[in-house]
């Protein structure tokens, strides 16, 4: 059965800092994996989608690796901003299925 | 392009009413998607459709729920005599037929249940 888990559950950084979030996930079978951003009272915004054959995607400050064989993804976000303040879902797809399965997430905290 | 729409954005429903929840895809999408986040959880699939079709319900109760997908008409989860345990964020996401296009989320049906 397929686990996600997102480390840390939260994280706090003063503007301007480089920070990383990370995924991991049990099953290395994967068919893609997707980061989400979630603001609070929202739905998800579709930030990255890496798939299985590829080891990473980048947009903007953005940039998600994939490492399948680890079981491990992680979202790098450069210069912080407070509009980064968000919670950052990890979700996979498995190979015989088309649902994504979520981790827990990590709430984001920029302060000026 | 508009995105996925849910409606309604909240919804308040004694114990025993019933509620239903729909979803209107991105245009060009024929894959809906219903996840379910209940507070201080993460976000759960329930089911899996195309149109007039269930491929995968595997994460739906048994009981009381049910979802579909018409050839004409949004998608509609459809929850009977809800329970105080209901109470949750349901989120409808769609894909187009290519599966290694990422899915999109509607911003959430809040229901409550008093």
């Known amino acids: 059965k397929q686990e996600v888990t997102q480390i840390p559950a939260a994280l706090s950084v003063p503007e301007g800092e480089n920070l990383v979030l990370n995924c991991s996930f049990t099953?290395?079978?994967?068919?893609?994996l997707q980061w989400f951003r979630q603001d609070p009272g929202k739905g998800l915004t579709s930030l990255l989608l890496?798939?299985?054959?590829?080891r990473e995607q980048t947009s903007g400050r953005l940039n998600a690796s994939l490492d399948k064989s680890s079981g491990r993804s992680t979202l790098y976000i450069a210069a912080s901003q407070p509009g980064d303040s968000a919670t950052y879902l990890c979700?996979?797809?498995?190979?015989?299925?088309?649902?994504?399965?979520f981790g827990t997430g990590t709430r984001l905290q920029v302060f000026p | 392009n508009a995105g996925v729409m849910q409606n309604p954005r909240h919804l308040v429903r004694r114990r025993g009413q019933e509620a239903r929840l729909r979803c209107s895809p991105m245009?060009?999408?024929?894959?809906v998607y219903w996840y379910r986040q209940l507070p201080e959880e993460g976000l759960k699939f329930m089911v899996y459709?195309?149109?007039?079709?269930?491929?995968?319900e595997s994460g739906m109760p048994k009981e009381r729920f049910s979802a579909e997908f018409p050839k004409e008409g949004p998608s509609i989860l459809r929850i009977q005599q809800v329970v105080r345990g209901d109470s949750a964020a349901y989120f409808c996401?769609?894909?187009?037929?290519?599966?290694?296009?990422?899915?999109?989320f509607g911003d959430g049906t809040r229901l409550s249940i008093l």
């Open positions: 979700a996979v797809r498995t190979h015989n299925t088309d649902k994504l399965i």
């Open positions: 459709l195309q149109k007039e079709n269930i491929i995968d």
């Open positions: 890496i798939q299985s054959s590829q």
């Open positions: 996401a769609s894909s187009p037929p290519d599966s290694s296009r990422p899915q999109h």
């Open positions: 099953d290395s079978a994967i068919y893609n």
């Open positions: 245009k060009g999408h024929s894959h």
